[in-house]
């Protein structure tokens, strides 16, 4: 038998290149890939004969690629992807689509629009990425750093009024309503395609510069939506490409408050999922400094909500409470929000933000603190103060309270509560509050033997048949 011909590998010279962009020896880069990968819970042991092997050709296994595209983005500052280090491996990774916040409007309606475009044609390379840590905080330093942008208005296609920004936002909110109520399951392609195919259009379109400002303004806030509901159906990274374009359409809208909502309340509240403690504190701060004269006092007691977060995952009990006194001083300011949508100063992105919001938020903080009775407590007011339209939020709420109970040892009552939970769940399709649940069973194990705790995974093995 004829022995196969030896495929000569090519010298990976774009890795060459951000080695030297970098200023970084092969043993440094090996380095950063360890500890990088050691974040991600990988034990690499790669030493600088591994990166010599990359630089002639050859390609690592699994997650490795990925891990050095962060380690290298970190060491540059910059979104570096897979393809940027010669190691897509043929495959249709190349785009960094919705990773970069464009330094042009029409760059930025070009991007948001291909990213709808792939979401669509489900381009593997959204739906199988992981959130680029890099591509965290470096979209807020670009929205601090940037000025606003002088001209939106465009003479290009039919003519956008007025009608169509209405349409735009009464769409919007018809989806959160269904979102609430039903889990971003049933909701997310219809968002998308509405986007895709209505939306676009729009951008594309003619319209005088205060049009367009409230066309960018309207389809932020869509965006971001569509972000959100890609955190709930178990897509964050994708969730982050969204945000980050939702985050430069606020931009071109000149709503600095808006930019500083989805830092706090998209990208933070990614990296509090994703674990990313010190990014949460960070992505917050950058909100209230962008956001500061621009925002209401309900949209900064939120940013400190959001900052409190950080502080409590990170342990830092201290911090967390002068936050969180800083956070209910300032919804105490803001009052009750407003019925109407037509009065009031809250814009109505953040009429939203009552006290049963913020005592979820607490609740958060509390549990991750390991402070159970007051974990306990603030669970139970936003249990009762939320409506009986958020149900997910309600069944969240009910996980976290559920939580605190088993953290009390409480366990008959914990698995009580679990069970209401499982009831609303059961109306959802929501990967949100899935997590929640699989965290409330990994709190159980300690007492699996319990004849309550066996009666609750019967419950579930019976839920999920």
Known sequence: MAARPLVARQPNERLQALIQEAACSNAGLARRVNMCGAEHGLDLRYDKTSVARWLRGQQPRGRAPAIIAEALGRKLGRTVTIDEIGMANGKNLASGVGLQFSPTVLGAIEQVCELWRSDVGRRDFLSGTSVASSALVEPSRDWLITGADPQVARNAGARVGVSDVDAVRATTEALVELDHRYGSGHVRPVVVHYLNSVVSGLLAGSYRESVGRELFAAVARLTELAGYMAVDTGQPGLAQRYYIQALRLAQAAGDRGYGGYVLAASMSHLAASLGNPREIAQLAK????????????????????????????????????????????????????????????????????????????????????????????????????????????????????????????????????????????????????????????????????????????????????
């Open 286 to 465: 950058a909100a209230q400094e962008g956001a500061r004269g621009h925002v209401t006092p309900r949209a900064e007691a939120m940013f400190y909500a959001a900052e409190a977060r950080g502080h409590a995952l990170l342990g830092d009990a201290r911090s967390c409470q002068t936050v969180a006194a800083k956070a209910m001083a300032r919804l105490e300011e803001a009052g009750e929000p407003s019925a109407s949508a037509d009065s009031g100063d809250d814009p109505a992105w953040i009429r939203h933000f009552d006290h049963a919001y913020l005592a979820d938020e607490l609740a958060h903080c509390h549990r991750d603190l390991g402070q159970a009775e007051q974990a306990r407590r603030h669970a139970e007011d936003a249990i009762t103060g939320h409506a009986e339209g958020r149900v997910r939020r309600r069944a969240i709420g009910m996980l976290l309270l559920a939580t605190a109970q088993v953290q009390q040892r409480d366990v008959d009552e914990a698995c009580a509560t679990g069970v209401r939970a499982l009831d609303l769940l059961g109306t959802l399709r929501s990967n949100r509050g899935a997590e929640y649940l699989e965290d409330f069973q990994q709190r159980l194990a300690p007492y699996r033997e319990e004849p309550v705790v066996r009666e609750f995974g019967a419950r579930l093995e019976v839920q999920a048949a």
